[in-house]
C-alpha cells in the first residue's frame, strides 16, 4: 500500500521502491482497499531486500516496526523512519482499510517533507 500511495502521489517527484526481508506477493485485501481509492497494486510485489545496495538509497522507510531486524547500513540511510504501524496481514476489510489510511496519512507527509 505504501508503495501504491508513493508512486501516485509522489509522481515525478521521488523514486520508489518496495522490498521485504525476504519476496513476497502482496495480499488481495490490500489490493482490494487500494482500489477503492483508485489506486492499482495488482501488479507489485515486494522484492527481496538482498536486491539492493543501501547506498542507493537516501530514505528507508520500514513499515510495521520491521526495522528492528534490518541491517545496520539501511538505517543509517539520510533518512529512516520505522513506521509503527498494525500489520493487517489475516485480518478484517476494515483493518486493511484503517491501515491504508494510516499508510496514506504518512505517505503524503514523508513527500511534504521532502519537498
Known amino acids: 500500500m505504501a508503495e501504491g500511495f508513493a508512486k501516485t502521489l ?27 481509492v483508485g489506486i492499482d497494486i495488482s501488479n507489485q510485489t515486494s522484492k527481496p531486500l538482498s536486491n539492493f545496495q543501501p547506498e542507493d538509497f537516501d530514505v528507508v522507510i520500514s513499515l510495521c516496526g520491521c526495522g528492528v531486524n534490518l541491517p545496520e547500513e539501511w538505517v543509517i540511510r539520510e533518512v529512516f523512519e520505522d513506521w509503527q504501524l498494525e500489520d493487517p496481514k489475516g485480518e478484517s476489510i476494515e483493518t486493511f482499510r484503517r491501515v491504508r489510511d494510516q499508510v496514506k496519512e504518512r505517505v503524503m507527509k514523508l513527500i511534504a517533507s521532502l519537498s
Open 10 to 36: 509522489g509522481e515525478g517527484k521521488i523514486a520508489v521502491m518496495s522490498s521485504g526481508l525476504e519476496a513476497s506477493q502482496v495480499d488481495p485485501l490490500a489490493i482490494q482497499v487500494m482500489s477503492e
